[in-house]
């Protein structure tokens, strides 16, 4: 560093005491063109003669520039657009006025001339934005786009580097001399570098900083989105710092472009992100020395999308009117300028959305006192669709109801009070913060109103005027009203913050269900089964979603995932479906037209959402530049809108004249009225013949003041009949989720079936006979799962349940050994369920069931280290969610429970969590284990079925131990329980040192010997299981009794000991 500082010192110009001749300018020209440098009285010699001068390998920088021959495309332009001022940044000791508002020094400073800048300044805006000036470089900001500038001290390291290259001696003594005469300058420089990364502003430093409140960082309350400025230095600024300073402090979470001339600059805090993100070069700006970098009006939308895709919010200040117009209120008027717009990742309209749906969150807690359950508000947006629901749901210590919702909107951001969640709550939203949502506080200062403020807000600012039904009556009919009123009101105002007040006026609010009159499917179930993402790396290869997903258009996919999220539970429902799946796939011609046509069609969804948010939204249209580029882009909007209803019209009616089609789609698609005179087809016509007449070349049609007013006009009677169109949108994207379950079924490389669905079980208390709930599948397969050879998982067979006739038992306890596909089994049952209750066929040759009402999941091992909870903790709290729900009509799995505790602990809880939902619950249970006391506890027990994983020894390696064999897979299920668990064999597989196994196998021998006589006395439970005690002590109580008036639970006693008798009975003969 020192050796760069010495360099930099022999360009130090000796002191003159005459001063620096200025240069005299002809009074016609418009611009400055710049200074000469005069001449020194005694040239001092930087090396020794014959020597080249390393002076002389960038003198040509200093060359006078002509102006008038070369002017940069990229150059700012000033607000009275007359002329370009360009000037280099020096120090000096006095100025002369040239009489045209500028200034041009007497005396130069040489070391000044190395970091020439260009101010840009105008008679109307006295912001003024340095860039630094290369031979090759165009003035501008440097960004990724632009070729970069090259700074100053790097150029003289690489001219030195060059030049020891060529010449080999020192310049040790020529070192020292500089050093010591220029020592005050060395200093002076490494001040002005300090000043491009730290701020001039004191109450910028984070010593310094406060909210708008005067609240300090440390402080529990500290409002991260305001600043306080204090009251002199808002004074002391001009007036375009004040116009950015004042919104900048209103919105400090917000990075804010602010316009200037043809560019968009950031500015202190926000110039260090844009450096930072963008690879922005930082430079100085001429007022008060302000930290900028900035880009061209070309690139702004390129930054919004780059940094809206880092998460950070994004606002514009536009200027109002033109320079002339500024000029015209006064020779010092500033450009009026103004916050137009807010985007976020969470509220974003335009641009590469994708196909996924971008849902903005806001939740409300209500803990109930004396209990551990809490009731939570909630309302969501989808701005692209212009879209709002509302619900409630009600919650216990798990959060598993806060997870499902969170699973299945997947938000991008969610808001919520600071100190209005509890701990579990705020643990939730770690643990299923999947998609990268950042939740975003709101101070106890910022939360809204209760219900009857909000319900005032609505009605007096006219808010959801697109709602085809009423906002009251939607809202009414929420269970918890006040609590998702409390929620939309914080949703409001975050929206309204945002500048999105066309969004709330003209959107459309819903009711949603989380689990009401669906399947329920808790978060941890959704994790579990990899219904949406994949447990490997959070993608989504090997999930359910991407088999399922075959749809063409963007809006079906985001129905088929919200069809998941809510498989049915009405039988006539769910075969309504698959009769119209089983119709595309006995139809070919008619599937292929439906996705050529598809293939034609835009998301209408959100195109219907932009046009409904543009209509009584015109006071963007007046920004100069601004508005014609946003006319230009409705133009096309509507244009593709209306073209692409057209297509999807044309499918829906041939749809309905094929006579097989249309008697299935009518019982599950809901259609508009699409032809006669009051059909949508004429409607439709009318507005394509106005689109062919006024905008014929609608995808770039440049809009004049007449065809801005036929536009609108167009859009608002186009509007008029928003329910009608929505409901067209949404026949569509149903047949294109149904098409996709058809192309699943037709493209499987595996058995498919369509599954013969029974409505819930109920009992018969008269004839005491059971509709047991029923689950039977043949040849059932893993849907997306590969087998060892790459091909398909070996198919099984699964019964439980029954009807009265016959008594099969409804839970399975598994055995087998470690990868020998129980969990796979346990997923694809549970995958048959959701695809069958989907309205889909599922994997298998045959499938009966009767409808589940809740999957529950505990499937492998994990732990929360950041939220201090333990893999068995997260154990027992999933067993406890499923023991406090589960009904007679779930379907319940369960792997390995007891694993994270001690063996005996372990066994203990897995024995009585197996008894109790065989004998309190009845449900149909699958339950894996390694406890094989478990089996010989259960063996005898009527409605326990003991089941395998088969597996062999490979018969061509001849071994001496078994525990050196090496075991081979079947992945098959076989009746009766394991021998053991092969736990040597797969650890041989794991790698782990034969010495070692050997000393476990030894020790485990061991073990056995000394635990022998227990072992043999759990052998004699096969015969007399723990059910048989319970027996035994309901009869003898019965017999006690004087007076014989039996309940139903006595009489299931009763049947069942009679059952065991007489099977006893059958094993004596």
Known sequence: MQRQKSILSFFKKPETSGGGKLIVLDGSDDEIKGTDTPPEKEPRRIFAEGRPSLFSSIKHKFAKVDC????????????????????????????????????????????????????????????CSFLSISEDDVPGPDTPGMKPVVPRLKRVQEDMCNFENKADYSLLENRKKAKVQQAPNV????????????????WLHPSRIKDANGRKLGDPLYDKRTLYIPPDALRKMSASQRQYWDVKRKYMDVVLFFKVGKFYELYELDAEIGHKELDWKITLSGVGKCRQVGVSESGIDDAVQKLMARGYKVGRMEQLETSAQAKSRGATSVIQRKLVHVLTPATICEGNIGPDAVHLLAIKEDCLLGDDSSVFGFAFVDCAALKFWVGSISDDASCAALGALLMQVSPKEIIYESRGLSKDAQRALKKYNLTGSTPSQLNPVDVFGGALEVRHLIESSKYFTGCSDSWNYILDGVVHCDLALCALGELINHLSRLMLNDVIRNGEILSYQVYKGFLRMDGQTLINLEIFSNNADGGTSGTLYKYLNNCITSSGK??????????????????????????????????????????????LERLLGRVKSSVQSSSILLLPLIGNKILKQRVKVFGLLVRGLRIGMQMLMLLQEHEIMSTSLSKVVSFPMLSGSEGLDKSLAQFEAAIDSDFPNYEDHNVTDSGAETLSILMELFVEKAAQWSQMIHAINCIDVLRSFAICAISSSGAMCRPTVLPHSKFANSSMETMCPMLHMKG????????????????????????????IPGALLLTGPNMGGKSTLLRATCLAVIMAQLGCYVPCKMCTLSVVDIIFTR??????????????????????????????????????????????????????????????????????????????????????KL??????????????????QKLVFLYRLASGACPESYGMQVASMAGIPSSVIGAASKAGQVMKEIVGESFKSSEQRENFSTLHEEWLKALMSMLKTDEIDFDNDTYDSLFCLWHEIKRSCKGIN
């Open 780 to 807: 059932l397969w893993h849907p997306y799962a590969l087998g060892d050879s790459g091909g398909l998982p070996v198919p099984n067979d699964l019964h439980l349940g029954g009807n009265g006739s016959t008594c």
């Open 859 to 944: 499937l492998g091992a994990t732990d929360r280290i950041m939220t201090g909870e333990s893999t068995f903790l997260i154990e027992c709290t999933e067993t406890a969610s499923v023991l406090r729900n589960a009904t007679q009509n779930s379907l319940v799995l369960l792997d390995e429970l007891g694993r994270g505790t001690s063996t005996f602990d372990g066994y203990a809880i897995a024995y009585a969590v197996f008894r109790h939902l065989l004998e309190s619950v009845n449900c149909r249970l699958l339950f894996a284990t390694h406890y094989h006391p478990l089996t010989r506890e259960f063996a005898a027990h009527p409605r326990v």
């Open 68 to 127: 008038s021959e070369k002017s940069s495309s990229d150059s700012r332009s000033s607000v009275d657009n007359t002329s370009s001022i360009q000037s280099m940044h020096m120090k000096f000791d006095g100025a002369e006025d040239l009489g045209n508002g500028h200034l041009v020094p007497k005396q130069l400073n040489m070391q000044n001339v190395f970091s020439a800048s260009k101010p840009v300044c105008s008679e109307g805006d006295k912001v």
């Open 947 to 964: 089941q395998h994983m088969a597996c062999t020894f490979d018969s061509t390696e001849k071994m001496s131990s078994q525990v050196d």
């Open 187 to 202: 200093l002076e420089k490494t001040h002005d570098e300090d000043s491009e990364t730290v701020s001039k502003f004191e």
């Open 558 to 603: 985001r129905l088929l995932r919200n069809w998941i999220c809510h498989p049915l539970q009405d039988v006539e429902k769910i075969n309504n479906r698959l009769a119209v799946v089983g119709d595309l796939m006995a139809t070919s011609e008619i599937t292929l037209h439906i996705a050529q046509s598809l293939r034609k069609i835009p998301d």
